[in-house]
C-alpha cells in the first residue's frame, strides 16, 4: 500500500506570493489533517478534514486555508507569504474513526524570502 | 485546546542506557500518540495509546489516564534511537479530528 504524498518537497517563494500544496492520503483514508513545524514554535495543528468536510480548525490566519476533494486528497493554500510562513508542513491520513493511527507524509519544505 | 508538556527537552545518553520520555497534559483524551521524527523531517508513530501499557521490541509506552501523564521508554538504547520523540494528543480531546503535539525530546544515543 502506498503511504502518505505530499508534494513537493521543496518550495521557494517569495513575500506576497501565494501558494499551495498537495497530500495525497493512504488508499481508503478519508481524514487528512495538515500541521505546521518550526524551530520556534514546533509542530502546529492547522485543520482537519473528513469526507470534504473541515472538521477543526487551529488557531492560524485566514490566509491559511485547505480543501478536500471526493478522492480524500487534500490542498492547502497560503495567500499573501510571509517571512514567518517559512516552515515545513507535514499532512497525515487516518481512516477517520476516533483513536485511529495516523500516517504522515514526508512534508513539505516551504522556504519564503 | 489540551496543552502538553514534554520532558527532558534534549537527552544524551550512552548506549546500553534506559531512557525515560514523560509527557504530561490538560485536558482528559481518548488517546495519546507518541511520535519518531529523525532528520529530514518524516514522522512514524510507534504508539497510539488510551490506557495500561504497549510495548514493541525496546520500546514501551504506558499511561496513566487518572494523573493524564504518559512515559515512553526505551531498553537497551542504540543509536539508531537518536531522533526526536514527540508526545501528541487529540486537538479537541475527542480524538477523531487533529493533534496537538510537545515540544519533542531531542535524544542521542552515543556509541
Known amino acids: 500500500k502506498a503511504g502518505v504524498t505530499q508534494t513537493p518537497r521543496y518550495l521557494i517563494k517569495t513575500r506576497g506570493q501565494q501558494v499551495t500544496l498537495s497530500c495525497s492520503p493512504i488508499s481508503g483514508h478519508r481524514s487528512v489533517s495538515w500541521y505546521q513545524q518550526t524551530p520556534g514554535q514546533g509542530l502546529q495543528f492547522l485543520f482537519e478534514y473528513f469526507s470534504e468536510t473541515q472538521r477543526n480548525k487551529g488557531n492560524f490566519p485566514g490566509r491559511f486555508s485547505g480543501r478536500q476533494f471526493s478522492n480524500s486528497r487534500s490542498e492547502m493554500n497560503v495567500s499573501t507569504l510571509e517571512l514567518g510562513d517559512s516552515a515545513l508542513y507535514l499532512c497525515?491520513?487516518?481512516?477517520?474513526?476516533?483513536?485511529?493511527?495516523?500516517?504522515f507524509g514526508n512534508g513539505t519544505r516551504l522556504t519564503v524570502t | 485546546k489540551n496543552e502538553v508538556e514534554q520532558s527532558p527537552q534534549n537527552l544524551t545518553a550512552q548506549e546500553g542506557e534506559f531512557i525515560t520520555i514523560n509527557c504530561s497534559y490538560s485536558?482528559?483524551?481518548?488517546?495519546l500518540h507518541w511520535l519518531q521524527q529523525h532528520p529530514g523531517g518524516g514522522i512514524v508513530s510507534l504508539f497510539m495509546?488510551?490506557?495500561g501499557k504497549k510495548k514493541h521490541g525496546r520500546l514501551i509506552a504506558t499511561i496513566n489516564i487518572q494523573e493524564k501523564h504518559s512515559s515512553l521508554h526505551i531498553t537497551a538504547s542504540h543509536p539508531r534511537d537518536s531522533a526526536v520523540y514527540i508526545c501528541?494528543?487529540?486537538?479537541?480531546?475527542?480524538?477523531?479530528?487533529?493533534?496537538?503535539f510537545g515540544k519533542g525530546t531531542h535524544l542521542i544515543i552515543q556509541p
Open positions: 497525515a491520513s487516518s481512516p477517520g474513526q476516533k483513536n485511529s493511527p495516523l500516517h
Open positions: 495509546l488510551s490506557s
Open positions: 501528541a494528543v487529540p486537538y479537541s480531546g475527542g480524538g477523531a479530528d487533529g493533534l496537538t
Open positions: 485536558v482528559g483524551i481518548s488517546a
